[in-house]
């Protein structure tokens, strides 16, 4: 207790010196806090994001569909929409056919994907699908299957118009070149070049019967209500998968089919946790610094103490106590800001759109609001490492205090 | 019995290619209720001679007792559990704690000897008020005069009743008046508590109020001689 009291009123001698300590203390650690929730929040949107648009949280695949890409990698889809169907856990159900073939308009022609998609499911879940990226026309029906939806690259190639014709070529399953006719429904501006400009969303039956299967599929792209339970899922799709799918399928996880956004993202949390070290680190060498400061200051009464019958191990605990202290404060503040900040990002978002400019990361289409995310274990794993790293820091000038000799100091020091 | 006991000890620094003898095979008995004052002049090696019974120095040869006990095998820790329970420190000034009231740096010792805090207070006051310190207990060092921080400061010494209280210049730093009246105090403590004083001093009035003047000269014990 007299050490507390003691260490308490030693730190608010030099008020300014203390209040710098604190702030930079709080300062570090509001920032530290508030950019680790709005990454976190940044993850969450991009993978959210993502997935409606990639290979979903979960995909059924060819084992071979993702390294090879071959358009005989086909799976079943209705034996994959059976197995989802019963599960709560399952948002949204995708079945997708990817055809890379050749389109040709009465002026010109360039090579392109062709996605087919069920418009019912997809509209609900993909982005790029959504209203506000539709530049003109209208998104097809399930009943319009010679319906088409474009990117505005591509149209602008092809030099076509809304209700004009393209002709798509591609080596159906049995290998033999074959050509289906669309009209165009409607025009889409994504914001990502190779999306705009080579790929076109039709109908999946009519297009997969022009293939040669009206139930083959590439992928049937898998939305969780909640990520955090996708692990569980998988492993029951799994075992259940064995039974009713063909042995060459597979279920992948979106780290796996979405391996470069995954990537992107270890990356940019490893950045991240190497410039929280790098503050820490800084933080800890201006603690030192002060902390040091504070200990020549008073040699003349660490010589005191110690003739008084202060031990050795007593001054080690009194600069300890007010390095806690200081940390303790500053990292209390810090922590505060930082709450309130991502309270604000968290409800509002920060629009990033200047930053990003094309909204496409690792290759996927991402939305440049972001809204910071609430990692509660992060926040105080952050704010008792700072106080660690603060108490850390009077190790050294904590060694200074305990070697003053008290003869020299009380002679010397004046 | 001898509170204090020196057996030729030395205290030798090397300075360079010198070696400095600032205390030279010093043989001191000091009994309960000694009243004596290291005279010298500056160098004469009364500082350091106070160091070594103190704890604060240790001698290059020869032997410290304080109450029967050698300090030389002491470690660190040992030499400042010996201080706190058997030496009482009075220094020529910044003698307190200055975040601590007068209350507080008597209390201090109190603390970190383990005392019961219920013991403080009925210990502590009528100390302050013996000492004329009554009604200043709240106020910090910067807010005392050097003869009241003195004062507390010899509060602080006397109040866990140590073998022997060491006072290095006690009254350089202080006007002759507030001088002879802390003097005065410590003497009145002598006599009535029977406290045992070591100081080391060239002021003439210190060395006419001590009962035992022992003279030092070049690190070693010229005179010792009682009134």
Request: glycine content about 6%; some cysteine; charged content about 25%.
């Amino acid at each position: 207790m007299i050490l507390f009291k003691l260490a308490w009123r030693n730190i608010w001698r030099n008020v300014t010196r203390t209040m710098i300590q604190i702030m930079v203390i709080a300062g570090s650690l509001f920032f530290v806090i508030w950019m680790q929730n709005i990454s976190c929040g940044s993850y969450e949107k991009m993978i959210a994001d993502s997935v409606r648009s990639g290979s979903g949280h979960l995909a059924f695949q060819h084992s071979d569909y993702l390294s090879e890409r071959r358009p005989e990698l086909v799976i079943p889809a209705d034996k994959a929409l059976k197995l989802a169907q019963n599960h709560d856990e399952i948002k949204h159900i995708l079945p997708r056919l990817q055809i890379p073939g050749l389109i040709r308009s009465s002026r010109e022609n360039c090579s392109a994907m062709i996605l087919g998609v069920d418009f019912n499911r997809e509209k609900e879940v993909n982005v790029i699908l959504a209203d506000k990226r539709k530049v003109e026309g209208r998104l097809p029906t399930e009943l319009e299957t010679t319906k088409a939806y474009v990117g505005e690259k591509l149209a602008l190639r092809l030099q076509v118009k809304l209700g004009q014709k393209i002709v798509f070529m591609f080596q159906n399953l049995e290998g033999v070149i074959t050509s289906k006719l669309y009209r165009i429904a409607g025009i889409f501006r994504s914001g990502v070049g190779k999306i705009d400009s080579g790929m076109v969303f039709v109908d999946r039956r009519s297009l997969g019967k022009a293939f040669g299967d009206p139930d083959a599929v590439h992928e049937v792209a898998l939305i969780l209500k909640d990520r955090t339970t996708l692990e569980s899922i998988k492993k029951t799709l799994e075992m259940e998968s064995d039974k009713s799918m063909p042995e060459s399928s597979k279920l992948l996880a979106w780290e796996t089919t979405m391996k470069q956004l995954a990537d992107a993202i270890k990356i940019d949390q490893a950045n991240l946790q190497f410039m929280i070290f790098l503050l820490y680190v800084l933080v800890t060498i201006g603690t030192i610094n002060l902390l040091l400061m504070s200990v020549l200051e008073r040699t003349r009464e660490f010589g005191l103490l110690r003739a008084i019958g202060f031990e050795k191990s007593r001054i080690r605990n009194l600069i300890g106590f007010e390095a806690i202290l200081v940390g303790t404060i500053g990292s209390f503040f810090g922590l505060l800001v930082g709450t309130l900040a991502s309270a604000y990002s968290w409800h509002y978002g920060l629009d990033f759109s200047a930053m990003f400019g094309a909204q496409e990361v690792a290759g996927m289409l991402f939305e440049p609001t972001i809204k910071s995310i609430w990692n509660w274990k992060w926040m105080f794993g952050l704010t008792t490492s700072m106080i660690f790293m603060v108490y850390l820091a009077s190790i050294y000038p904590a060694g200074k205090a305990m070697r003053v000799n008290p003869s020299e100091a009380m002679r010397s020091y004046q | 019995m001898n509170t204090v006991e020196l057996k030729n000890t030395s205290r030798h620094y090397q300075s360079g290619s010198l070696v400095v003898k600032a205390v030279d095979q010093v043989d001191l008995h000091l009994k309960k209720g000694d009243f004596a004052v290291l005279a010298g002049p500056s160098g004469s090696g009364k500082s350091t001679l106070l160091n070594l019974i103190g704890g604060l120095d240790r001698p290059t040869d020869g032997e410290v007792y304080i109450d029967n006990e050698l300090l030389n095998d002491k470690s660190d820790e040992q030499l400042s559990r010996e201080r706190l329970e058997k030496i009482g420190f009075i220094f020529q000034a910044y003698n307190l704690i200055p975040v601590l009231t007068a209350y507080e740096n008597v209390q201090f010792i109190m603390q970190i000897r383990g005392i019961p805090e219920k013991e403080h207070r009925e210990k502590i006051m009528p100390l302050l008020k013996e000492l004329g310190l009554e009604g200043l207990e709240d106020r910090k060092p910067p807010e005392l005069s050097g003869g009241q921080q003195q004062r507390v400061a010899v509060a602080r010494a006397i109040v866990l009743e140590p073998a022997i209280i060491l006072a290095d210049e006690p009254t350089a730093n202080l006007d002759s008046e507030t001088a002879v009246n802390l003097l005065q105090i410590m003497k009145q403590l002598n006599e009535e508590k029977n406290v045992t004083f070591l100081f080391s001093s060239h002021d003439p009035m210190v060395i006419e109020i001590a009962e035992r003047v022992i003279s030092m000269r070049d690190g070693k014990i010229t005179r010792d001689e009682r009134k």
